[in-house]
């Protein structure tokens, strides 16, 4: 059986990473609600995120959004985070909502716009010296709305191209992540659909690439863990984007929708010692908190994360391997089950109190006073959403 | 063999409405792209639909979405698209934008933004008595994002008791036409998520609730036709919202995605005797041209129904009947491939000439002169849009 | 809170239903594993159900298939249940194996094949007649493979024709339980391939129709407590056929592939008051157990049904019902996980012991010695089986 | 506009491979339906394929499935084949319904089992060198029914051990295709799910190894021509299993299901110069005639892939390339569709009848007798199948 203590030392040196966008407004296509106490500057955002981590312990570094958090002085910024108690995480990269990119950045037929968008990936290299990040992390809205709208093969050129230059540009302690979606906004054709896509693109550029998984960007029926771990045997796994769906990119909180196939992901990553943050894979967020309050949204959220990595921890490694290999399919089964239907609540309220935090951290942030300061303070200027 | 003469009349008399929002901007939630020449006011969009039918000869009516297409005289309106040669077709309405409706519309917990919606249902029926229009077209975004997040059934009664207000309220010529979709912009549960919902409401309602059919609103793998069919032989197909969808409710135009699909709706149609528009079926077109040319988009989408309504015209009924009859599987689906495969866009030219439109009604929408006219005309003010 | 002795006193009472077939011998198109110990014949696998029943306390009824579970003397079956502990429950219906089914049974073009297909509803009848069974279920494999193959429309008139007959031969105190499913094996159109159309016949024939949800019957992304929900708002949900699946009809053991789901089906069930047997909903497991051990995967799976119910019964439903009213999406989500996330094990053992049963009916079962004796008794004759 | 003669040259060179098991009987695991003049034998199943390409002419070669097709001389197997005017194609191993797979083949946790597996899939090379074939074609059915079964991570390293060992043992001129599937029969995780596995492992293997696309095994929405375009641009599509699905693997003869796709992946086959059998892509079929008469099926099954590829070939590729240039959505998807929307059935009727062949194979099979024959001869033995 796992022991208590190493479990509880593989919890506190967990890294959670929230995202600047997570706390802004956000919605769909049919409406974005705006929130009271919303941030109206990167400043703020950041402020949110200390927050976060002054209340859970485990979400040191908050990722930006580029040009949503886009400012004069990153050097400025970077001391903000710090004095906050944070750090500036993965620099997120945003070539989708200029009118140029209408059909497409790097992949677009015109050269102008295909420079225009790699100059973008080149300056947030520059943002990422700035602030000391480490991670690049590309996401794509490029593809087709209509078949025969441009030409597939062509457009795969073009993008390795531009991943070339980016990552040509990196420093010595700088990454790449390439994330995939399977759809939209483009609704034909993703140029980097799915897991393969990265990866074949990841293995040609260097070392220094890796994939991202979002646990929202699927088709139906796909396996997650099996990607988990097909991706950590290439070497290949370099973060996580978590979040929830039932259908498309839902952008719910992680955990929501369904809390056994996080487990199951996080089995996955325990089982190959990826917890580790020296391992360096980045677990990050990627939320839409359209409808409910948005801290408390991202503070449940890293709870989510946290209890499914506990039950991970608590799985009977050598109980299950016996059955594996015993050809056993119930019990290997239910060695799993075991884990996950264990209440792991009480072990990670002990677990906070232990580093002198509140045991109920949701709880805690209600009780502290901040929602209704930001409420108070943020009024007026313009509150941050996606500028869509 | 179907006589050439009787399809070409059946094809004559084929209605198909286009959508007002169909001519503004719309987009993802990850961006608009504007684009120029787009209507600033209902009437522009009016005018927008009339041009269609001028090329077409088949879109005599367009739909509205209230209060996208709020005016203050209603009689006017409807004056200045007679003068233009269309009619206004479904009174859409909108429960979803406003801040009080996050939670909900006629389903909310709270009785007084029932209240609000619900008179809203009523303000449209307004509109109907003032237009001349037959149709109250009714979706809701209503839902839940996450499970625990409100009550299912009470939902539902609360659904079912705004319905009746609504429907009590309809003059005798007067339908409701109720719209159902798997998601978004809910994404754990959406109240009206299916055709069975919509048809058990519509039962209880009473014989003038009929269901909407939108092909880009289902689960993947549902077969579309078969619930036209279903519907058909039940009495309550209503209406049509005519798109294509590769995955989500993309909103591309109808036909784009899978031809096939459209064709196959389309012999149920025909199959039935539904296509007469006496029958009362409204086929409208409900999309988004979000990177292509709005109004040639439309004027094509209106082709690819014609197109599909053909070759469903075409088919060798006695020969399928007859092979149906004989269990000849292979036989049968030849006799409905034939149909399909068949090029009938000659026909279609022809029909056109007679009438004394252009064969290829979007080469000569493009020589018109039309778009240049509207680009160089509508600036200033702001184009319309969804104002999510 | 709940009260710790009336959700016992509700788990008490819970019902469960196992299939004759589930101890079977089953599989894919590709294989079927034959397991040892496996029954040969109707009564072998009621004895089977009577172990389950034995070690779990809450599956006293098994349900029959015919002709694979047909005998001569239906009496002395119902007599050698009851000796055994365990009565018979639903009559299911096989309209699919014979070759006249090729082209469909009840629906099929040809009316002598329809005639003998419904003969074999009303035989089923006449079996329940014999054994004191309230529940006639009807699942029909009827569909096509091909556009064209057949109509849709004229098949579904079929399709009324025979349960009309069917519905018309029941006594006053018995019911017409029908089952819908997307495709398989029919693979273009299924004729009864959702829950809408299920409800619409059942509607049409009478007050003693109900709809059975079988959880591995919908296309992805369906919610299915949202049916389950509809349903019992209106009356018509009759029974379940529990298993679960991550792709198509996987027919898994339930709550093995999404714990989270069975939850929340189980809450809508709890909170209509519906599990109380006096409501007469049947919940039945159908399942396969291709690769596992038959008797204890049955054991697991009603010990899964009954978690999932025993945490439905822990949500604190006046706070949810606040927490709803007061919009609060959060805290909403967050009763309802609470309840999810208990270990409900505890729990059960102590119920299980109340009643004499030894607390983990597997291990019982592992340790009572019955595979044993029935690998060494069952040698020789022929493995029951699906017969494909 | 593309020159008629050239077209006909590119259709003329066309080569579709048929399967022998698809003149086999096949069902589901409901039924097998058995159908008079089924093969009993390989070189039955060898007639039946030699007689497709007798009134197709564009299929000359039929891939064996072994151990169904196991003969004790491959030599004289081959020499009957040529007598009937075809060749040996792809070598299909078969390591799914041995009891000893119950759990897994080349990735079974039993090394012993492991050992089998591979001994079997070098045995098919000895086939291959026996035969001449030019394709060893590898699926795996192993995966996982249930999370926790199995370690995924070390299921990849032992089906990476076993197809090295395979590699290896192919001589010069020969290759490996290695097909995905995304489910079924494993239901909850599949061991090569995705053609990144697939493609990720065949990088690591060898120039000699290529991806096999079946166009049945995806998730819901996955783009397939995308995945075509990505692999000839890598330099790793090695074959087709043709055939076409509306849910999951359903089997169904090619362009049934979804014409409109088949022709967008033709497309990228013409457009990449794929076509070209030097090119060595292998276009072969892999369907399963449940229902429908087998041989006329195949010989459908064949011409709607030349109707697709004459569709291909008919794209004005200057005008499409000048429309995406334009970033001319419209006009670029128009080009596209005006192919499509072609009747190319006389351009095939003349093709045929320029080669000595009629104008209508089904007709002209239907005439020939030989259906009449094998249903007479044909009598007694044991029809070939696939003994599930």
């Not at 200029?98 to 677009?108: A, E, H, I, Q, W």
């Amino acid at each position: 059986m796992p022991d208590r203590a190493s479990v509880k030392e593989a919890l506190r040196a967990q890294r959670i990473e929230t995202p600047s966008w997570g706390y802004a407004n956000s919605g769909t296509r049919f409406k974005v609600f705006a929130q009271p106490g919303v941030p109206r500057t990167p400043q703020e955002k950041i402020a949110d995120a200390a927050t976060v981590h002054r209340f859970t312990g485990v979400a040191p570094s908050v990722a930006l959004h580029i040009p949503w958090d886009a400012v004069e002085d990153y050097a400025a910024l970077t001391r903000h985070a710090a004095d906050l108690g944070v750090e500036i995480g993965a620099i997120n990269t945003n070539v989708f909502q200029d009118p140029d990119y209408k059909l497409g950045s790097v992949t677009n037929p015109d050269p102008g716009i295909r420079r225009k968008a790699t100059d973008h990936l080149l300056d947030a290299v520059a943002i990422m010296d700035a602030t000391g990040s480490r991670d690049l992390k590309l996401w794509f809205s490029d593809g087709l709305n209509y078949p025969g709208q441009d030409d597939l093969r062509a457009r795969q050129d073009r993008l390795a191209a531009a991943l070339r230059e980016a990552y040509d540009r990196l420093g010595g302690h700088q990454r790449m992540l390439l994330e995939y979606k399977l759809f939209e906004p483009a609704f034909y054709a993703t140029d980097v659909p799915d897991w393969g896509t990265a990866y074949a693109h990841c293995v040609e550029l260097g070392e220094r690439a890796a994939v991202c998984i979002d646990t929202g960007h699927h088709a139906p029926g796909t396996n997650i863990e099996f990607i988990v771990a097909f991706l950590l045997r290439q070497g290949r796994l370099g973060a996580f984007d978590f979040n929830s769906r039932f259908y498309a990119d839902d952008d719910l909180m992680v955990g929501a929708a369904d809390p056994f196939q996080l487990f199951r992901i996080m089995h996955e990553i325990v089982g190959a010692g990826a917890l580790d943050p020296a391992r360096g894979i980045n677990f990050m967020l990627d939320q839409c908190h359209n409808i409910e309050a948005k801290i408390p949204a991202v503070i449940r959220s890293v709870m989510n994360v946290q209890e499914a990595t506990a039950k991970a921890l608590l799985v009977e490694r050598d109980a299950l391997a016996a059955a594996q290999r015993a050809g056993d399919v119930l019990e290997a089964n239910a060695v799993l089950m075991d884990a996950y239907n264990t209440d792991v609540r009480p072990l990670l309220a002990e677990l906070r109190a232990d580093s002198g935090l509140d045991p109920d951290p949701v709880a805690a942030y209600r009780r502290s006073g901040y929602q209704q300061a930001i409420e108070a303070e943020r009024v007026g200027g313009e509150q941050a959403g996606w500028g869509a």
